[in-house]
């Protein structure tokens, strides 16, 4: 496909669950980019790649929360004991060049934790 | 601490009338900012942006005016038509974070 997959759209865990999302970036984009977006807010910057180098995870919110791009196309971004306060839309965002001032976001995953 | 402010939760107009939506920020490092449109379930589509450089980008209906100076930028769509009801958000790339920082976002409705 052109743009950028995201999968699954739609995800039900139990507390204390683990989850893994997973983003398919476009094809040729070399930087990849992971938001969270609550209810009624603006997406909010998780963490970005290079490549397969993660340069910046400071918008992790904690150490339950890992992403990993290990051939530099597809990325995962894993939630470990799942709280009901990870409840949120988390999109992923590819841009062709490493400057990334020019992101294509994927159509999200709904994340409900009960 | 926001640092892009969408201060018009919703916004309402006639089609055919110009739609004019707001966005200010606090950090003088931001270098590009960038529109993006939001429908229901989906995720944001990339509308238009503008470099810190220059003060008007244009594409089609879509014009991004950016006040440096008041730390100021607008999305004018004109004409608007009832299919660009959706969720605008306003979002500003810092090169040094390779970061976007986006607004709350304004609902913008077009009325037939």
């Known amino acids: 496909g052109a743009g950028v997959s995201q999968s699954p759209r739609y995800k039900v865990a139990k507390r204390g669950q683990d989850v893994a999302l997973r983003c398919d970036p476009i094809s040729g984009h070399v930087s990849l980019f992971w938001y969270q977006q609550a209810l009624g807010q603006g997406p909010e910057f998780l963490t970005y790649?290079?490549?397969?180098?993660?340069?910046?995870k400071s918008g992790l919110p904690s150490d339950r929360f890992f992403a990993e791009r290990p051939e530099g196309s597809v990325s995962t971004l894993k939630i470990q004991r799942t709280q009901q306060e990870d409840s949120a839309v988390y999109l992923c965002?590819?841009?062709?060049?490493?400057?990334?001032?020019?992101?294509?976001f994927g159509p999200g995953t709904r994340l409900l934790v009960l | 601490d926001q640092q892009v402010k969408q201060n018009s939760p919703s916004l309402s107009v006639q089609e055919g009338r110009i739609s004019i939506l707001n966005c200010d920020y606090t950090?003088?490092?931001?270098?590009?900012f960038l529109w993006y449109k939001k429908y229901p379930a989906e995720g944001p589509t990339f509308l238009i942006s503008?470099?810190?450089?220059?003060d008007k980008n244009e594409d089609g209906r879509f014009t991004v005016f950016l006040n440096k100076s008041a730390k100021h930028l607008s999305l004018h769509i004109v004409p608007s038509q009832p299919g660009d009801s959706a969720v605008y958000f306003c979002a500003a790339f810092s090169g040094s974070a390779r970061q976007l920082t986006f607004g709350s976002g304004t609902q913008l409705t077009v009325l037939p």
């Open positions: 950090n003088s490092m931001f270098d590009y």
């Open positions: 503008i470099s810190s450089i220059k």
């Open positions: 965002a590819s841009s062709l060049r490493t400057s990334g001032e020019t992101q294509y």
């Open positions: 790649f290079q490549n397969e180098a993660q340069l910046d």
